[in-house]
Nanobody
Framework: DVQLQASGGGSVQAGGSLRLSCVASGFNFEQYIIGWFRQAPGKEREGVSC????????VYADSVKGRFTISSDSAKKMVYLQMINLRPDDTAVYYCAARIQARSLDSSAFDYWGQGTQVTVSS
């Protein structure tokens, strides 16, 4: 079974940093796209970034470009989201997800989801 588990959330002040981790199991990592999404209270789930497990190509939402970096350790089947210069509007539950085929930030395109991890940024 495909399983994903996100961790690393927490509470930080604006300008701070966090690194989220997602451990994947049950599938061939190189055949999948791994994405990070977030959902703030009362808002739609938003795509943050994704990475192609095969070639490492990435996509970022405009709102996080230059602040967030997605990376992976394919041997460990881990995907990371390094977040710097965090802002209060980054506050959300963050999820990792997986799909086959093309890179996308459309949450409806992803088939497998992990549980979320809360990120709270205070001003």
């Amino acid at each position: 079974d495909v399983q994903l588990q996100a961790s690393g959330g927490g509470s930080v002040q604006a300008g701070g940093s966090l690194r989220l981790s997602c451990v994947a199991s049950g599938f061939n990592f190189e055949q999948y796209i791994i994405g990070w999404f977030r959902q703030a209270p009362g808002k739609e789930r938003e795509g943050v970034s994704c990475m192609d497990g095969y070639d490492g190509r990435t996509v970022y939402a405009d709102s996080v470009k230059g602040r967030f970096t997605i990376s992976s350790d394919s041997a460990k089947k881990m995907v990371y989201l390094q977040m710097i210069n965090l802002r209060p509007d980054d506050t959300a539950v963050y999820y990792c997800a997986a799909r086959i085929q093309a890179r996308s930030l459309d949450s409806s395109a992803f088939d497998y989801w992990g549980q979320g991890t809360q990120v709270t940024v205070s001003s």
